[in-house]
């Protein structure tokens, strides 16, 4: 069964920068997985961020960034505001299946 | 604008069947293919199946193979989720996200879920 791996939860003060992963128990995530980032807050339907690794949505804000970093999909966000406060999800493509991530809860303090 | 509306959400006993459908609006339905996503109370999201915009490819999560059967209406802009053997694990809040991307006999390409709906609650419980 393929495992797709987030950190459980993240801090970071307003004005920092913070960078969420997205690792796969198959091995390096690559373009090929074409990862996906959503954004949730309580009681919300997901929001996407990202899509293809790097490609933004017309909606999202330009704070947030998508790469893929040591093997990893890699969601930034610099200069973080209150309102990023959320829970985040990374999705990948596996051929006849696509895979969440377990989720981050990112902390603005 | 985009509109993915879900319905059919309900209270149903184990082994029961429930049908899900998502109102679309606001695009051509039929370019595009669809998906399931659930998320079970207080957990995270979990991918249910995909069926292309033609229907010519339908994939499923392993956890409810052979007891869900999604299905489309591009007449009508529905999105369909046939939920038979229904288990208390099967509880969740189920949304239908719409996919920019496409599939060919060979690999599906370009995964992007845009659009989501707002959700429709569906509890299994005696």
């Known amino acids: 069964q393929t495992v797709v791996t987030q950190e459980p939860s993240l801090t970071v003060s307003p004005g920092g920068t913070v960078t969420l992963t997205c690792a796969s128990s198959?091995?390096?995530?690559?373009?090929?997985?074409?990862p996906n980032w959503f954004q949730q807050k309580p009681g919300q339907a997901p929001k996407a961020l990202i899509y293809?690794?790097?490609n933004k949505h017309s909606w999202t804000p330009a704070r947030f960034s998508g790469s893929l970093l040591g093997g990893k999909a890699a969601l930034t966000l610099s200069g973080v505001q209150p309102e990023d406060e959320a829970d985040y999800y990374c999705?990948?493509?596996?051929?006849?299946?696509?895979?969440f991530g377990g989720g981050t809860k990112l902390t603005v303090l | 604008e985009v509109q993915l509306v879900e319905s059919g959400g309900g209270l149903v006993k184990p082994g029961g069947s429930l049908r899900l459908s998502c109102a679309a609006s606001g695009f051509t339905f039929s370019d595009y293919s669809m998906n399931w996503v659930r998320q079970a109370p207080g957990k995270g999201l979990e991918w249910v199946s995909s069926?292309?915009?033609?229907?010519?490819?339908?994939y499923y999560a392993d956890s409810v193979k052979g007891r869900f059967t999604i299905s489309r209406d591009n007449a009508q802009n529905s999105l369909y989720l046939e939920m038979n053997s229904l288990r208390a694990e099967d509880t969740a809040v189920y949304y239908c996200?719409?996919?920019?991307?496409?599939?060919?006999?060979?690999?599906?390409?370009?995964?992007?879920?845009?659009?989501w709906g707002q959700g429709s609650l569906v509890t299994v419980s005696s």
């Open positions: 999705l990948l493509y596996y051929g006849d299946a696509l895979v």
């Open positions: 069926i292309t915009s033609s229907s010519n490819y339908i």
């Open positions: 996200a719409r996919d920019r991307g496409y599939c060919s006999s060979i690999s599906c390409y370009g995964i992007d879920f845009d659009y």
């Open positions: 293809s690794t790097s």
């Open positions: 198959t091995g390096a995530v690559t373009s090929g997985y074409y």
